[in-house]
């Protein structure tokens, strides 16, 4: 299964050259040029089957008020460094395909290991 995430604007682009095997999409390549608000990266991620990649607990508010899809990857681990990043998802990439096919739950929160 190729996991489709849009990884939020503080998370490093670069994300998308570690995780070959994963379809990320960092949010400044929706529309190149145009900061997007948190509630139109929201929007393109239910349009297109995509769930979100995250730093920010906003995301979980929008869901709190939206309900899912999109479902949310809360990354709760504080700044680090794009190959942690990468390891640590790879590291749960099973959990994470388990937490995509359960309809009961939107939200999956990582902290730190």
């Known amino acids: ?3 489709r ?6 998370i490093s682009w ?3 050259k570690v995780l070959l095997d994963w379809d990320v999409l960092p949010s400044n390549e929706i529309k190149p ?8 990266i929201w929007q393109f991620a239910k349009s297109n089957d995509y769930s979100i990649l995250t730093f ?4 979980s508010e929008l869901q709190n008020l ?3 899809p999109p479902k949310i ?5 504080g700044n680090a460094p794009t190959h942690e990043i990468a390891a640590l998802l790879t590291k ?5 395909i388990k937490f995509l096919h359960n309809d009961e739950l939107g939200i999956y929160e990582i902290y730190p290991w």
């Not at 040029?33 to 139109?40: A, I």
């Open 1 to 3: 299964m190729r996991l």
């Open 5 to 10: 995430l849009i990884a939020d604007e503080n």
């Open 14 to 16: 670069r994300l998308k």
């Open 33 to 40: 040029g145009t900061r997007l608000t948190d509630l139109m």
């Open 56 to 59: 920010d607990e906003d995301f």
């Open 66 to 68: 939206n309900g899912f």
């Open 73 to 77: 990857i809360w990354l709760r681990i």
């Open 92 to 96: 749960l990439r099973e959990d994470i």
